[in-house]
């Protein structure tokens, strides 16, 4: 299949894997590879303590007769107030398992509705010659892209810093493309070398 690329001097076309670039696309496959994507950011540091990890409590507050009192064994038991937690919360690992096969074919699927959505915009190249965010809206705005992830095969640090302060703009390398960022966008613009770093990957 063929795809338009867009160029300094006018459009051309660029012939691209049926495979990658064609596939029908699976939604209940995506959901569950974003899904994990996202279960696998959650930091899950939630944490309490037991009565044998709250600090004191080693020795018996009082004798265990006479005195009147309910007998006690430890000034940290769960039911004193200080005391640790009968069943204390634990860090807890969200993390899904997601096979290889599973997730490339994920971003098959993704790629393909982009592609059949009209929302892949490639592109022969794609650099500023300095870290101006003017300069990027002012690029962006030749191309009538607003809210888009920009993919090219090697990130120039002018390129990061220009994108950094834009909320709508995102820049990323082809191994840092993820599920999640690739349906966030409104618009994936991609650079033909990129492209074919993520043909090749996915072939």
Known sequence: MELQVQKASGQDKLTVSEETFGRD????????????????????????????????????????????????????S????????????????YTQKVNKKMYRAAIRSILSELVRQGRLVVMED???????????????KELDLENVLIVTEDVTEALYLAARNLPAVDVRDTAAIDPVSLVGFDKVLVTVPALRQIEEWLS
Request: positive net charge; without cysteine.
């Open 78 to 93: 769960p039911i004193w107030r200080g005391g640790g937690k009968i069943f204390a919360a634990r860090p807890q690992d």
């Open 126 to 140: 794609f650099q500023i010659d300095e870290p101006k965010t003017r300069a990027l809206v002012g690029r962006l």
């Open 25 to 76: 696309f699976n939604e209940s496959l995506v959901h569950q590879v974003v899904v994990a994507h996202l279960a696998a950011a959650r930091a899950g540091t939630r944490g309490q303590k037991t009565r044998a990890e709250v600090r004191g409590g080693g020795r018996k507050p009082w004798r265990q007769k006479g005195t009147g009192r309910a007998r006690a064994g430890s000034i940290r």
